[in-house]
């Protein structure tokens, strides 16, 4: 019996759900396309009806990744003024830790070395996901009255970015908060910066 179109769209969104967390957690090569469907409940025959390959799936993984994120940032700064915003969207990223779960997890840092490597399909996901991130902040920096809101945000995701994959490599919590801390601090330090002072 042929599937309704909803049940096709709700069978579809399970198996980018299962990729999504279990990529995040696991990696993605380490994580193969029989134990997504069988983490959705499927079987794995029913995957190409929903995805041309894996490098497919990554990429809806990967914006789903990323749609979960900007939608927690946004439920953050909602009704907040944009300078607090930026505070507390930077804390959130920094706070992200992969012993909260993977729905806490930003791709760019927990799969950047894996991205890098991956087909040109999977590492435009990963830019598009990057630039969505600096559009936020961007967008918070010229409410806040940032002279150069866009140049401003690619050095905050970018330092918040690097600082979160280091501190994944660190050997051990304290040297971990340390390179997390650190980070904190250059953030604020480019917010009080001449270059970056806010327009009158």
């Known amino acids: 019996m042929k599937k309704s179109k909803s049940a096709t769209i709700d069978t579809r969104k399970r198996i980018v759900s299962a990729a999504t967390r279990m990529f995040l957690e696991h990696g993605l090569a380490d994580t193969g396309i029989a134990s997504i469907m069988a983490a959705a409940g499927l079987t794995q025959g029913g995957f190409y009806r929903h995805f041309r390959s894996k490098e497919h799936l990554i990429v809806e993984a990967s914006t789903a990744a990323h749609d979960r994120l900007c939608g927690v940032f946004n439920e953050a700064v909602r009704g907040k003024p944009a300078a607090e915003g930026l505070d507390i969207a930077v804390d959130l990223y920094l706070s992200q830790s992969a012993q909260q779960g993977c729905e806490s997890l930003c791709p760019l840092p927990s799969l950047g070395g894996e991205l890098g490597r991956a087909d040109q399909q999977?590492?435009?996901?990963?830019?598009?996901?990057?630039?969505?991130?600096?559009?936020?902040?961007?967008?918070?920096?010229?409410?806040?009255?940032?002279?150069?809101?866009?140049?401003?945000?690619?050095?905050?995701?970018s330092t918040m970015v690097g600082a979160v994959m280091l501190a994944r490599l660190a050997a051990g919590p304290a040297p971990a908060a340390g390179v997390l801390r650190n980070a904190r601090q250059t953030i604020r330090l480019m917010l009080r910066a001449p270059g970056n002072a806010k327009m009158a």
């Open 122 to 157: 999977v590492r435009d996901a990963a830019m598009a996901g990057y630039q969505r991130l600096v559009q936020f902040f961007a967008g918070l920096a010229d409410q806040a009255g940032y002279a150069e809101p866009a140049r401003l945000a690619e050095a905050i995701v």
